[in-house]
């Protein structure tokens, strides 16, 4: 790539370069990457069977408790309504700041706790430092996932597919760099969760911000997306590869430290991309100047800015909270929340990701149940975050293309999704021979598939106008279902079984001890009935297939492409009478 060329001497070069930088630094791809970053480190509670062993050693849990402090883990991790309601009336820096915070302080008490810097906490005080920790991370999808959807939301099942495929990768890449930088010290792990994260969402703070509409061809973008998409497949690949190989063969610390390398070169690769398309921006832009100099060189340049008319609202959302419009138009948040459209999508959603991650959640004490080897737990860790992450992507991509070229319904994907953990979940209650591995596989895929179907049909069935709350409400419902299955159902079949593996032995359980149980009925029946739970769910789901069929079948993006085309043909008269629009 050609850099800048330099006009009137070396002065005129520096000055193009500081035009170049700041017109990169400010535009919508830097923006872009930014937000991918950003969503790689959203994805971090994911990774708790890496370091739940810890936990639960150091601080003598039995295995209730440490899902209660899982169970606290998923409750922050999805309670966003709060920063969607921040986000509604600030900027979205504001929430990334605030997660920043909670992440730091979460995380950071967690390693003081484990380290035993600090006096051992009561259990309550880890549900509050673990649920403070997590809840950084609806800020963080509120901030950088809301923003870019709303800079471009006629690109947005391209645009949530690329984003979340970067949060599901998050367990692999922090396990690379977890392993570089510390070796197996899976307490230092929970210290690198807290400054990671944290540093990232602070250095990209200004880069993150609703900018004004501008004309852009629709191909182009997604082009930019496809190429975002095609790196982080690369990613992706990298990270199998070395996953199977790792599981072969012990790797060292500095070996880890040039596969953590590679993870780093990949994850920044798409910077090339942005800077190589905002260099053709700035040439052409550079031409027009030119141009129009050469035209018209008494004439001033004038950047006009069509401010939108509001509307003044004066009937009570109360009033109109059960009087919905059309679907696809702005519903507000109460007509959201009351309709049965949103009910069938909380409940589906409680079954479905609810069982998925109470299997993420407890895969380090699957994998020591049922004998694996404690290398396989950090493989199953990354095989669900990689399986998660081509969950996201191919649910988010495919489901785009399937509307558009064959008006296939979202909600109906996801009920074949639902369908399809089914298969994962019953691999392990009957323990088949490798099992556990090819669980990871389906239920990460299913559980990171789930997330971009349902934040597209909440934005194409309600709009963008409350999106940032809308989005969040829904996402309730995962710490809903995973304390249902994890804690009221997992964790207490599991200490019962342990209890009753003591009593055999006929030993007892001392204070401070923690308790562990070995072999297939630990989680057997805990598994089965996730699946009959799942099932349901996906009958559930055929519910919304049918009552959206007749809207899926209509052009959804329709009005998006109105108001771009309304907007070219005033910046085109605008360009005729010798006013000149600025390229966002």
Known sequence: MAAPRCGGGGGGCLADMK?????????????????????????????????SGEVKSALGYDQSTLNLVSFYKDLGANIGILAGLINEITPPWVVLAMGASFNFIGYFMIWLSVTKRIAKPHVWQMCFYICLGSNSQPFVNTGGLVTVIKNFPESRGVVIGVLKGYTGLSGAVLTQLYHALY?????????????????????????????????RDPKEIVKLFYNFLYISLSLAGFLMIIIIVEKRVAFTKSEYGGSAAVVLFLLFLPLAVVIKDEYKVWKSKKLEEATMNNHHPSQTSVISVIEPQKEDYTISCWKTAFQPPERGEDYTILQALFSIDMAVIFF???CGLGGALTAIDNLGQIGTSLGYPKQSISTFVSLVSIWNYLGRVVAGITSEIFITKYKFPRPLMLTLILLL??????LIAFNVPSGVYVASVIIGFCFGAQWPLLFSIISELFGLKYYSTLFNFA?????????????RVAGHLYDKEAEKQLAALGLQRKKGED???????????SFIIITAVTFFGTLVSLILVFRTGKFYKSDIYKKFREDHANLALTETGMSGNGVRKAEA
Not at 186 to 200: D, G, N, Y
Not at 475 to 487: E, F, Q, R
Request: aromatic share 10%.
């Open 19 to 51: 035009g170049f930088t700041a017109q990169v630094l400010k535009g919508r791809r830097f923006m872009m990457f930014a937000s991918l970053l950003i969503m790689n480190t959203a994805g971090l509670s994911y990774v708790f069977g890496l370091y």
């Open 421 to 426: 953990s089914c298969v994962g979940h019953l």
């Open 475 to 487: 996402a309730v419902a995962s710490p809903i279902g995973s304390y249902l299955l994890n804690v």
């Open 348 to 350: 589906a959603s409680i």
């Open 515 to 525: 308790l562990n149980c070995i072999g297939v009925e630990c989680f057997k029946l």
């Open 183 to 215: 070796g197996d010290d899976s307490k230092s792990l929970i210290l690198l969760i807290a400054w990671l994260p944290t540093a990232i969402s602070l250095a990209f703070l200004p880069t993150m911000r609703i900018m004004k509409q501008a004309v």
